[in-house]
């Protein structure tokens, strides 16, 4: 049933950029998208009612599997209907398997062949996550696309280090898949759905991840055996964890043009709004990252001209807004004077504001980069905002 689980259409192509329409049970999205991070079951600093206006308009938060497994549980989640229910949130949601965050936790983590053993960073308490886990955790979770559990090498791994992450994470999405498919069978024999209404698992789709590091060969080979298993969507793991940037936008641009052309293709974790301009251009169709939100919160401001740090005494008494470019309900109310002011006065309304304006800006940058591809300007607007956001703020 996951065939069914979500649909996605090429509508427009300029190069090996892409728009498109990927159909989930809660909704189109267009692409290509971006999607804001809700580790926690929150967009940090952003109320759910600003994500669905018309300004923001975020078709697709993500949810972090390993933060809501430790906590509140999956439980509690579960007796809520399920991660819609329980946070509020009726558009689609992506869950990520949890690896990612288990990876970083460095030492404190046990890999074997079975799975990760791991200390809660809240804790200390020992939890173990393997693919079987991972998939029963999101269909818990009940989010619209699951991500298989991988294991993600660091950016300078050597080919050897590299090949043993790729056999293992080749062998772990085989079991993601084959437990990600009773569970779907289960779920729709037992018609599973939350206590109110939404189907839990029974109708989510599974995406495979390529790895294989810096090494072109192993990432041909990590495509090759990711798709002969077959999966709903493909993203490429393993990037924007320490390497350089021409590495990251070579490996994109050898591998995006070699995935599914019918299937999306996701870039997971990546980027500042450049690298999502480089990468559609390269043929990404999905994006998450931190960000916009984590960088709101430290007075970090995304313009058109390129970042913006508030701590800098320039702005102290400069009335015009962030970004005088943009639209958005921020640039249009409040001054770099006044943002300053709350920020240096630890005022928390300074990180909802600078995270409103982050948003926003990485939602219409690929607003405009869809509706660019289908007019056939893609070359153009490409060209053009990567100029004007290395000309520098003024
Ligand atoms: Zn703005």
Request: some cysteine; aromatic content about 8%.
């Amino acid at each position: 049933m996951s065939e069914r689980a979500i649909g996605f259409e090429v509508t427009a192509s300029e190069g090996e950029a892409r728009a498109g329409l990927l159909q989930t049970r809660r909704g189109v999205i267009e692409t290509p998208v971006f999607m804001p991070v809700g580790t926690a079951g929150t967009v940090k600093g952003t109320r759910f009612e600003a994500l669905e206006s018309e300004e923001l308009d975020a078709r697709v938060i993500l949810g972090n599997t390993y933060h809501l497994w430790l906590r509140p549980g999956v439980d509690v989640i579960r007796s809520c209907g399920g991660l819609h229910r329980f946070i509020g949130w009726e558009r689609a949601l992506l869950t990520d398997s949890g690896g990612f965050q288990v990876w970083s936790l460095g030492n404190i983590r046990k890999l074997k062949e079975e799975g990760a053993e791991f200390r809660s960073h809240l804790d200390g308490n020992v939890f173990f996550l393997s693919p079987e886990i991972s998939m029963e955790v999101q269909a818990a979770l009940g989010s619209d696309i699951v991500m298989v559990l991988d294991e993600c090498a660091p950016g300078e791994a050597s080919h050897g280090e590299a090949r043993t992450s790729l056999e293992l994470t080749a062998r772990w999405a085989r079991r993601s898949r084959s437990r990600f498919d009773e569970l779907q069978q289960e779920g729709a024999d037992l018609g599973k759905r939350s206590e109110h209404d939404g189907p839990l698992s029974g109708g989510q789709a599974l995406f495979g991840i390529v790895q294989g590091a810096a090494h072109a060969d192993l990432r041909r080979e990590s495509l090759a055996r990711t798709v002969e298993i077959g999966f709903d969507g493909y993203a490429i793991g393993g990037l924007s964890v320490g390497e350089a940037k021409p590495v990251m936008y070579d490996t994109v641009e050898m591998l995006a043009p070699l995935m599914p052309p019918g299937s999306p293709r996701y870039l997971m974790g990546v980027g500042t709004p450049e690298d999502l301009v480089e990468a559609v251009a390269r043929g990404v169709d999905m994006f998450d990252c931190v960000l916009p939100t984590r960088n709101g919160r430290t007075g970090q401001a995304y313009t058109s001209r390129g970042r913006l740090s508030i701590k800098n005494a320039r702005f102290a008494a400069d009335a015009r807004p962030l970004d005088e470019a943009c639209a958005c309900s921020v640039c249009r109310r409040h001054s770099r004077a006044y943002l300053r002011h709350l920020f240096t006065s630890g005022e928390m309304l300074a990180g909802v504001l600078f995270t409103h304006h982050n948003l926003a800006f990485f939602l219409d940058t690929m607003r405009r980069v869809r509706q660019s591809i289908r007019s056939g300007d893609f070359a153009r607007f490409r060209r053009e905002f990567i100029e004007r956001i290395n000309s520098g703020v003024e």
